[in-house]
């Protein structure tokens, strides 16, 4: 039976301005080390993950390299690359460089507490639908607004997620979806999900993470995350 091959994508391009700080969120320190190095351990430990492309900012490959690869010995990581302008782009830089695989899981580097139960629910996901998300459901009650700042909807609170990462994806799939909207405007996504459900038609499947997979985006989540940690840490 032929093994199954599956590759990591970790987003580590994005600048942080609202983080307000002259360092990169996934640079900054929880716990004495990067945010970026507890996703990349995670994925290093896991025996799903089988290769990690890193996708950073140019100036950023050698620091990358040396203070977080080589450092902490993540021996999965194949390639570091350089990002592109915009996220989508990032995505596709790490699509082209994954070589053979099975499927891909594409995560924010700026997520540090994903968890091996966590890959293990996304990776049943995947094979059961070939595209899946993770997320959790809303514990807020959600309000859409129309174009003048006033409530035009509530949506029923138990049919809305917030979405996270991974999102999980046969290679195939993921990699044709994204060559596809390349040719067409792509000022409205988000995501990588509304990419394979805008170019595939593809229902993709919600798979439940973690209240605490939370990504660092402001200095309150920074501080959230030191409160995490100890918690993420005894878990393992």
């Not at 000022?187 to 595939?200: F, G, K, N, P, W």
Request: proline share 3%.
């Amino acid at each position: 039976m032929k093994q199954e091959l599956n590759t990591a994508i970790v987003l580590a391009a994005g600048q942080g301005k609202r983080m307000n700080s002259k360092i990169q969120k996934q640079f900054l320190e929880i716990g004495g080390k990067p945010v970026l190095y507890y996703s990349l351990r995670c994925f290093q430990e896991s025996p799903l993950i089988h290769n990690i492309i890193l996708v950073t900012g140019e100036k950023d490959i050698s620091y990358c390299k040396k203070e977080i690869i080589d450092k902490y010995g993540f021996s999965k990581v194949s390639e570091v690359i350089p990002g592109g302008k915009e996220r989508y782009d990032s995505v596709y830089a790490g699509l082209l460089a994954c070589g053979q695989c099975d499927h891909v899981l594409i995560h924010d580097g700026a997520r540090p507490f994903i968890t091996e139960e966590i890959l293990e629910r996304g990776m049943a996901g995947v094979r059961e639908t070939g595209a899946c998300v993770i997320g959790m459901p809303s514990k807020d009650t959600i309000k859409l607004s129309d174009e003048k700042g006033f409530v035009s909807e509530t949506p029923d609170r138990k049919n809305v997620w917030t979405i996270q990462t991974p999102q999980i994806f046969s290679y195939s799939l993921i990699r044709s979806a994204h060559e596809s909207i390349r040719k067409k405007d792509m000022s409205q996504i988000t995501d990588d999900a509304m990419v394979v459900e805008q170019e595939t038609g593809r229902k993709v499947r919600l798979v439940e993470g973690s209240y605490m997979n939370l990504k660092i985006t402001t200095p309150e989540d920074l501080a959230t995350a030191e409160i995490f940690l100890d918690i993420y840490q005894s878990k393992r």
